[in-house]
């Protein structure tokens, strides 16, 4: 029996990492280990795009669409919400965590562009250094 309702989050970005953090969260649920789990994704943003409305709502709609991606994987949803947060990925998540003292972060180990991780640091990477609470990576393997 655990000692306190451990809520998470699932970082999600579409790609099939971050649909098995999903699924594995759903399972989590299922099986009493989770109690709350928010579904994010993170609009990447700079700060001069709100400026561009349409392009700002572009990218709000294909947010929608990966997480209702994210939500269709999961079998199990009492207990899910979902957000879509704007701004750098990796701070918004860390940030939602920290404001909501989250117990977990469940996320894929890469995520859709793994050119830009390799110019500029990955999300996961940034997130496993500046958390404020434990993450959870998911692989994809041979035996998946």
């Given at each position: ?78 207990g899910v919400k979902h957000e879509i947060l704007f701004g750098d990925p ?55």
């Amino acid at each position: 029996m655990l000692e306190k309702d451990i809520s998470a989050i699932v970082a999600t970005d579409g790609s099939d990492y971050s649909l098995k953090a999903a699924r594995k969260a759903s399972v989590m649920l299922k099986n009493g280990v989770l109690k709350k789990v928010t579904v994010i994704y993170v609009v990447e943003t700079e700060k001069d795009m709100n400026r561009l409305t349409s392009l700002k709502e572009t990218l709000e709609e294909e947010g929608k669409e990966i997480l209702g991606r994210t939500l269709a994987v999961m079998p199990y949803q009492q207990g899910v919400k979902h957000e879509i947060l704007f701004g750098d990925p990796a701070a918004k998540i860390c940030e939602y965590a920290r404001k909501n003292q989250m117990d977990v972060i469940i996320m894929g180990a890469k995520g859709r562009s793994e050119v830009m991780d390799l110019l500029i640091g990955s999300v996961c990477n940034k997130i496993v250094h500046y958390a404020p609470c434990s993450v959870l990576l998911m692989r994809i393997s041979e035996w998946d």
